[in-house]
Each structure stands twice: as structure tokens, then as C-alpha cells.
């Protein structure tokens, strides 16, 4: 099998949570490990970082981590006696008290919710099967008519499309869970149900104030994101296109074009972009994936995501390797059907092209010209090979740096293989240096024509500023500094 370039985002959960089952996982061709913080406890979380953490010692290019912050997601509360069944027509209570959950009373996981909402108002729980309308109120209770009835079981999500409400985009839930994941180490932080540029300027000032700077994913399930999406995408540092409550919360028939106009938007920005939920959800139980399935996966990667993520799939599936090597075999395929040129020429027709930019762009052009068998993109903040990756090269991107924070992070983009060598004072030490590691992690071998791409003077940030191209075997010259 090629290269992989697209990634893969695998959540952990009971199905995937030891050590042997992450390998696992990590062989089948995830890329990046995914912490919810909807779920489990701090001590279950820090087992799966520290698994992570024991393979990464093992690998040339490491597994990275991202945790998805709750946000205001909204739930109902715990039905101790199992699922119930909501009839059309009948009469429920919603409150702010926790109470055991019945088909008549059912608590909520955020109070502001019996604050915010009036008489008139709608809700939809369980993805949308269910739909309530509020038609009274009481001091701490919504009461409400089942519309549209059906199963409900314990903490399943509710959604209020159609109403505005004044809960905090970062909930004091998620600041505690901020707090472990920033001293955990993790490799970025997704912030679930963002609504407008603000709850991300919110998050990264409180990052920021904790002494970090770890990159933000924002994910896109609102409505509101929707209409906002140009400033989200210009405030963070990647997308998810979190098509789940995304389509509860708008028409279902607007998502795929919504997707693919938020992916064109992320690759034009040079920020990454995953598509996430219910990419293989039959393989849940399944040992094969739908044909719709498996259309939706390569349709995303042929639009330009850079990852695809799988949710119940790994966490909880009865088969999450399995599904996982099935994603890669997906994405392998659409790979090799991809338009790299169609990308090439649309971020060539960019304005307020930089000496950076022209740098990158003339690497993909000769990378695609001489059949180059990678671009090779020392780096020290990662700014080079992710704008190399906006151009969709055909090549893979090594990218080769000394610091094993941007290293992890890097394994977020499409086509970029992230590996860690030295810290160089020349730039002869640094091209070197990133050819030995290359070599050794056997993605080149001698004879190997490449475009290596960097700046000068070495260790400054964002100046990309010179391509060689070089055959592998052959000596370095004329570059000491």
C-alpha cells in the first residue's frame, strides 16, 4: 500500500483502550488518537495518553492526540430503568432538578435551558427522532407535548435549532477538563458546539493564560458556525465539519454542501480540515462497511479533507481495527484518484503571493515535473510543510524538525510525515540531518530524487525562503551559513 495521506482520527474508548488495542489501531493506520471528554473518568483518560505515550516511543512518526472539549452540549439525564419510549401526544416534564428519568419527568445536563426556552418552542432529542414542544412553563420546568415520539435512553443529546440560548461556549466543565488536557500534554483541543469566532478567541485566551499554546480545533455543529464560518476559520487552527448534530441543527439536505464549502474554505487557508461522524457507522457491528459509506469517505477525501474521523466505530465497535485498516484501503483508493493538479492550480490563483508562498508553490511544481519521490520540509514551526500541503502535492511531505510538540501536531495534515531529527545551526547540518532521518525511517533510500525546501537564516520562524532540488547519496554544497 502508497504512502498514507489522509489521517485518520480513531477515538479511544472501552473498545480501544489498552495498550494492545491502541497498537493495534496505530497498525491499522491511525494517525491521530481522540479523547471525548463527554465520556469517562480523568483516570481512564490518562491511561490511554500514556499508552499513546509508551507506542510513540516505538514509532518514527508518532501518534498525536486531540481532545474534544463538551461544550455547551446539552443532554438529558440518567434513566436508571433502561430505555423508555416517548408516545406521541404525551405530556413531559423537563427540569432542572436531577431526577432518575422517566417517560413523564427527565432532568437536563445545563439549567440555562429551562431559562432560555419559551412557549412555543421546540426541541429534538435523540438526533432529531424525537420532537418536543414546550406549551408551559413552571418555576424550574419546561412542560412539554411529544410531537413526534420514539426511544430514549440515558444522556442522549438535545437540540434546540431554531433558539438562541445564553449558555457559555466553554462551561466550567470544560475548564477543568482544559486543566488536565493542557498538563496531560495533548496535541490539540476541539471545542464542541462553537457558535462564533468569539468562543474561539474565549478558549485561546484561556490556553494562552495557562502558560500554553496548543492549537485549537473548532468544531462546526451549529448553525450559527455556519453563518459565522469565514471568522471561525480564520480564529482557529483547524476544522471539524462534526456532521452529526450539524445535521439536526440545520435542514439535513444542506449538509453535504455545507461540507464541502467549509473543506474548500480549510485547504484555501492552509487549515486542516477533518470530516467527522458516521463514516463507517455500520462497522460499529458490522465486519463491512454500506456502499453510501464508503461513497461518503472517498467523496470527503477527494474534496480535500485533510483526516477522517472514526467515533463509535473505534471507541465502542465490535470491530475498531477492522474498521480502521478499512479506512485506510478507502482512502488509499480515492487517493490515487485524487486531482492534485485541480488543487495545485486553485491555490496557485491566490492573491498577495509571499516569498513563502512562491517557495512552496515552485516546490510542488518541480516535485510534479521531475516525479520527485517526496518533498523533504525542514521546519521549526511547522509553517513550511503546511503550506506546501495547501497545494496538494503529489509527493509526500517529509517534514523534519527538532521539536516534538510541532512534530505531533504536523500529523494533522494531509500528506505530511512528520519525523524528528536534531537541532541544526547550518543549513547544511539541518539538510543533512533531515535526509539521515528520512533514510532511516526508510521513506528514502539512496538515489532518491527529492525538493528540499527551508529557510534561511536557520531556526527563524515562517522564512521559507530557498529549494534545492537533490539526489539522496549525493553531497551538500553551497549552503553553509
Known amino acids: 500500500m502508497p504512502l498514507q495521506k489522509t489521517k485518520i482520527l480513531c477515538t479511544l474508548g472501552p473498545a480501544s483502550e489498552t495498550f494492545e488495542q491502541i ?42 492526540v486531540i481532545t474534544d472539549l463538551s461544550g455547551p452540549k446539552l443532554r438529558i439525564g440518567m434513566i436508571p430503568e433502561g430505555p423508555i419510549m416517548l408516545e406521541d401526544g404525551a405530556t413531559l416534564v423537563l427540569t432542572k432538578e436531577q431526577v432518575d428519568g422517566t417517560a413523564e419527568c427527565l432532568s437536563v445536563s445545563l439549567p440555562q435551558l429551562v431559562d432560555d426556552l419559551k412557549v412555543g418552542d421546540e426541541l429534538l432529542l435523540h438526533d432529531g427522532i424525537i420532537l418536543l414542544q414546550v406549551i408551559a412553563k413552571r418555576p424550574g420546568e419546561l412542560v412539554c407535548q411529544v410531537v413526534n415520539g420514539g426511544p430514549l435512553s440515558s444522556r442522549q443529546g438535545i437540540n434546540v435549532p431554531k433558539t438562541e440560548l445564553s449558555i457559555p461556549s466553554v462551561t466550567q466543565k470544560d475548564r477543568q477538563d482544559l486543566e488536565f488536557a493542557l498538563s496531560a500534554g495533548v496535541d490539540w483541543i476541539s471545542l464542541s458546539f462553537v457558535r462564533s469566532a468569539r468562543d474561539i478567541e474565549i478558549l485561546r485566551y484561556l490556553i494562552s493564560s495557562a502558560g500554553y499554546d496548543t492549537p485549537i480545533v473548532a468544531k462546526i455543529e451549529k448553525a450559527e458556525a455556519v453563518e459565522d464560518i469565514d471568522a471561525i476559520i480564520e480564529a482557529t487552527d483547524a476544522v471539524m465539519v462534526a456532521r452529526g448534530d450539524l445535521g439536526v441543527e440545520i435542514p439535513i439536505e444542506q449538509v453535504p454542501m455545507v461540507q464541502k464549502s467549509i473543506i474548500r474554505k480549510c485547504v484555501e487557508a492552509c487549515k486542516p480540515v477533518i470530516t467527522a461522524t458516521q463514516m463507517l457507522e455500520s462497522m460499529v457491528e458490522n465486519l463491512g462497511p454500506t456502499r453510501a459509506e464508503v461513497t461518503d469517505v472517498a467523496n470527503a477525501i477527494l474534496d480535500g479533507s485533510d483526516a477522517v474521523m472514526l467515533a463509535e466505530e473505534t471507541a465502542v465497535g465490535e470491530h475498531p481495527s477492522l474498521a480502521t485498516s478499512t479506512m485506510r484501503k478507502l482512502a488509499a483508493t480515492a487517493e490515487e484518484n485524487l486531482a492534485f493538479l485541480e488543487f495545485f492550480e486553485r491555490a496557485s490563483r491566490q492573491p498577495n503571493m509571499n516569498t513563502a508562498e512562491a517557495v512552496a508553490q515552485s516546490a510542488c511544481q518541480l516535485a510534479y515535473e521531475l516525479d520527485a519521490k517526496a518533498i523533504v520540509a525542514p521546519t521549526s514551526s511547522g509553517l513550511t510543510p503546511a503550506r506546501i500541503t495547501k497545494y496538494r502535492p503529489k509527493s509526500p511531505i517529509i517534514a523534519v524538525t527538532h521539536n516534538e510538540h510541532i512534530q505531533r501536531r504536523l500529523q494533522l495534515w494531509f500528506g505530511v510525515i512528520p519525523l524528528r531529527t536534531r537541532p541544526a545551526s547550518t543549513v547544511d547540518e539541518l539538510l543533512a540531518g533531515a535526509l539521515e532521518c528520512s533514510v532511516a525511517a526508510g521513506l528514502l533510500s539512496e538515489g532518491d530524487l527529492v525538493i528540499m525546501v527551508g529557510g534561511v537564516p536557520v531556526g527563524h520562524e515562517g522564512a521559507t525562503n530557498f529549494l534545492k532540488v537533490h539526489v539522496v547519496g549525493e553531497q551538500l554544497i553551497g549552503h553553509e551559513s
Open 23 to 64: 497498537s493495534a489501531l496505530a497498525e491499522a493506520g491511525m494517525s491521530l488518537a481522540r479523547i471525548n471528554f463527554s465520556h469517562g473518568t480523568y483516570e481512564q483518560h490518562a491511561a490511554k495518553l500514556e499508552a499513546v505515550k509508551k507506542l510513540n516511543e516505538t514509532r518514527h512518526s508518532p501518534i498525536a
